[in-house]
Nanobody, 119 residues
Framework: QVQLVESGGGLVQPGGSLRLSCATS????????MGWYRQAPGNQRELVAE???????NYADSVKGRFTISRDNAKNTVYLQMNSLKPEDTAVYYCNAKILRGAIVYDYWGQGTQVAVSS
């Protein structure tokens, strides 16, 4: 079992920055990848960024060059630095942890944190 707690959301003006944090606990040594997803009203949840156990990263095209995912292993925390925010970045952001067991992927989710980009 893995527990995830997000923080850092809020209201920001277009062009501003926010940093989201995801604190992990539980069977963290079993985690194969961590990621941030978001879901806007009326839309499906989508991948924003992910980082693997080996440190490889992957970003949605819409956030490349603006968002950065990173991790602090000593603090068991994953971050999402969001710069040059746009109104279309408004969504609930969810932290995700994946544990792979053969062909089965176990997904764990945080409770979500709201990000609103508006003037």
């Amino acid at each position: 079992q893995v527990q995830l707690v997000e923080s850092g959301g809020g209201l920001v003006q277009p062009g501003g920055s926010l940093r989201l944090s995801c604190a992990t606990s539980g069977s963290i040594f079993s985690i194969d990848a961590m990621g941030w997803y978001r879901q806007a009203p009326g839309n499906q949840r989508e991948l924003v960024a992910e980082i693997t156990r080996g440190g490889s990263t992957n970003y949605a095209d819409s956030v490349k060059g603006r968002f950065t995912i990173s991790r602090d292993n000593a603090k068991n925390t994953v971050y999402l630095q969001m710069n040059s925010l746009k109104p279309e970045d408004t969504a609930v952001y969810y932290c995700n942890a994946k544990i792979l067991r053969g062909a089965i992927v176990y997904d764990y989710w945080g409770q979500g944190t709201q990000v609103a980009v508006s003037s």
